[in-house]
C-alpha cells in the first residue's frame, strides 16, 4: 500500500478515536451506520474480495504470458506483491468479521463508546479494502497495452 494511503488511514484512525471518545454519538447515532455496519458491511467487503482476487489472478495470468513470450522470469517481486494483497483482503474480511462479532456482545452494546470505535473500525476496514482495490487496479491498468488513438 502506498505511504499516502497508509497516512490517511492513519489520519482517518485518528478522527475516528478522537469522535468516539468525545461525541461517541457521531457515529453510534447515524441512522445509516446502524444499519450499514452489520452483516452487510461484511457482505460489501466480500464482493470486494472477490472481484480483487480474480483480478489477482488474472494478472497472473498475464505475467505467465509475458514470461512465457520472453522467455524469462521477471515477475517474482511483483508477484510477491500481488499475492500479499490477496492476503492483506483475507485479513481484512476475516477482522472485520471479528469486529462485527465482538460489536454485538452484549459487554460492548453498552458501551456508546466502544460501540462508536466499533463502527469506525468497521469504516478503516473498508477503506483499507477500497485502496487496496484501488492499487491492484493500477497493476492492472499498467499491464494493459494504451491505446493509439
Do not use: Y
Amino acid at each position: 500500500m502506498k505511504i499516502i494511503n497508509t497516512i490517511f488511514l492513519i489520519v482517518s484512525a485518528g478522527v475516528i478515536i478522537a469522535l468516539s471518545v468525545c461525541s461517541p454519538s457521531i457515529l453510534t447515532d447515524n441512522e445509516f451506520l446502524k444499519g450499514f455496519v452489520t452483516h452487510e458491511i461484511l457482505g460489501m467487503l466480500g464482493v470486494i474480495m472477490t472481484i480483487s482476487i480474480t483480478t489477482i489472478a488474472t494478472i497472473h495470468i498475464w505475467f505467465n504470458e509475458l514470461e512465457a513470450k520472453h522467455g524469462k522470469r521477471v515477475f517474482s517481486g511483483a508477484r510477491r506483491e500481488i499475492n500479499q494483497s490477496a492476503l492483506v483482503f483475507i485479513g481484512l474480511f476475516v477482522t472485520q468479521l471479528f469486529v462485527l462479532i465482538f460489536k454485538s456482545l452484549h459487554i460492548f452494546t453498552v458501551n456508546p463508546t466502544a460501540q462508536s470505535l466499533f463502527v469506525g473500525v468497521s469504516i478503516l476496514l473498508l477503506l483499507a479494502s477500497v485502496m487496496t482495490l484501488i492499487d491492484i487496479m493500477n497493476v492492472v491498468k499498467a499491464l494493459t497495452p494504451k491505446d493509439d488513438v
